[in-house]
């Protein structure tokens, strides 16, 4: 069912987490821990690297679905851009970050391109977190379908000047193995590399936790094996907070220190 992202949109720019970057030492931040040569990024962030070192706020637009939008988790500071936006106050102290939520529950890949314009470029952001595919593998969208339409959502976004990391689908109960949805995380590593887009791996992640045992997968997802729990949010902020900070040169982080 799709809706609206109003009822917790006020929440998002002032929140408030518990859980904040892979280095703390909270059980789940511990729990996040995963390699970096697993969910480092293939390029930079040359937009937000240059916000920081002019002294500039950075405006980050979280844009995707339903675990964008946060369904699943307990409370709104609990949302992955909520607490997103957390982690990268306290590693970027001094500095104004808001982290603007967009996701729309139910939304496909064309779904997003169609609000695009008034729900992202409008905020001029200096990063867009894209976070899709969950939803076109459900609904059976042809994978070229979909890849066309993230390749002109990247043209866009770049036209517009903002920086973009691609979001993968996550770990998916009822579709591991199914071998659609290992095409479509296959189909879009290869256009993030394509286009030089920073991917963050959350289908890795997930199954990393998993198989590594460090989280049980009644954690991560829900009851209807489909939407992210709390454990998963805390996780996808930790470590995507914690590669977007490793991204940034230390020029440009010191500059945001002062």
Not at 161 to 169: I, R
């Amino acid at each position: 069912m799709r809706g609206g992202s109003s009822r917790w949109a006020g929440w998002i720019t002032g929140a408030l987490a518990a859980v904040t970057l892979v280095v703390l030492a909270s059980p789940a931040a511990a729990a996040c821990r995963v390699p970096a040569t697993l969910m480092g990024f293939s390029a930079g962030l040359p937009m937000m690297a240059t916000a920081l070192h002019l002294n500039r706020p950075v405006t980050i637009v979280a844009l995707g679905s339903s675990s964008t939008y946060g369904t699943g988790a307990s409370t709104p500071e609990r949302t992955y851009p909520a607490q997103l936006q957390a982690a990268l106050s306290q590693g970027l102290p001094g500095r104004a970050v808001a982290v603007i939520n967009r996701g729309v529950n139910g939304d496909t890949a064309t779904m997003m391109l169609e609000r695009l314009q008034q729900d992202v470029v409008a905020e001029q952001p200096t990063l867009v977190i894209w976070q899709t595919g969950t939803n076109d593998v459900l609904r059976g969208v042809p994978l070229a379908e979909f890849l066309l339409t993230v390749r002109a959502g990247l043209a866009r976004l770049r036209a517009a000047g903002a920086d973009v990391v691609l979001m993968e689908t996550q770990w998916l109960p009822t579709h591991e193995g199914d071998p659609t949805l290992a095409a479509y995380i296959d189909g879009l590593r290869t256009l993030a590399r394509e286009t030089g887009t920073p991917l963050f791996r959350r289908h890795a992640l997930m199954t990393h936790l998993i198989e590594d045992q460090r989280v049980p997968a009644e954690r991560l997802i829900g009851e209807d094996k489909l939407h992210m729990r709390d454990e998963a949010y805390a996780c996808t902020a930790a470590v995507l907070a914690d590669r977007i900070l490793a991204t940034l040169p230390q020029a440009a982080q010191r500059t945001a220190a002062r």
